[in-house]
């Protein structure tokens, strides 16, 4: 059976922690900042952990 390979999109947007968690940035700051508080841009720009559900899937398309 082949290896399977990485899925290189999801390997440019996130980042697994050194105790297996995902972190990735939010979303939403992409475009039309200017009607966005302060207040909520700065909140915006902090990345996060991955939910564990979805992080599950995520690290199947990530063998490495």
């Known amino acids: 059976m082949p290896k399977q390979k990485t899925h290189k999109g999801l390997k440019k947007r996130v980042k697994i922690t050194s105790s297996g968690l995902i972190k990735h940035r939010k979303a939403?700051?992409?475009?039309?900042?200017?009607?966005?508080?302060?207040?909520?841009?700065?909140?915006?720009?902090?990345?996060?952990?991955?939910?564990?559900?979805?992080?599950?899937?995520?690290k199947a398309k990530l063998p490495d």
């Open 28 to 58: 939403g700051k992409g475009h039309l900042m200017s009607n966005k508080s302060a207040k909520r841009k700065r909140h915006l720009s902090a990345s996060t952990i991955m939910n564990t559900a979805m992080a599950r899937k995520m």
